[in-house]
């Protein structure tokens, strides 16, 4: 199945914080998406990696994805070389995507820029025909993404683009409270951590709020580009 875009992120939950209503508008248009999670998120303070693909599983079917996997790197310790190129290069082939969401270039949780590293890295080695892989037994094709983008986590970042969300602002709310184990319950015994208060909510949507007012609209999210970004019509723009 060919998606038309790849969200590549180091954890369960790093999608739908940061781009899940870019991901659900274009799913409204009629596009395939799909998530590719790079760990199971096990070093985090709350849950369990079991929890973690319930609840991804969950927030998938709320966004009506075409496609989730999980690549089980190591949370917290997977580093950028070949060997974990190579297996997000399997899913770039796979998938063949025009269009790849990869994690922040900075940002406070150091798995977030490796992430974005090695998304990136893959997306060119992907395209790379000296570079065999195989899928059940069958070589793929080199498939290089058109455009690779990088979406704003919880370190600011000025965004070279926003998308509106306004419309979506309710389904992405919806995706990331599939996540019960991560985020506020005055029921849960677990400790505390970085995103468990009930301020960090207000925080999601401040920042949507402050992404939206950029661009005159209600809600928005931000993305980072690493190529100049094109157009063909100036009405193209808002």
Known sequence: MKLDILVIAAHPDDAELSCSGTIAAHIAKGHKVGVLDLTKGEMGTRGTPETRLQESAEASKIL???????????????????AHQMEIV???RKYQPEIVLANAITDRHPDHPK???????????SGLRMVETDHEGLQQEAWRPKYVYHYIQNNYIKPDFVFDISEFWETKLESIKAFKSQFYDPNNQEPASFISSLEYFKFIEARAREFGHMINVQYGEGFTVEKMVGVRDLFDLH
Do not use: M, T
């Open 115 to 125: 992430g974005s590293e090695v998304a990136s890295q893959a997306c060119f080695i």
């Open 64 to 82: 009506n994805l075409s496609a989730r996997e999980n690549l089980s790197f190591r949370d917290a310790f997977f580093v950028n070389d070949e």
């Open 90 to 92: 399997k899913i770039i």
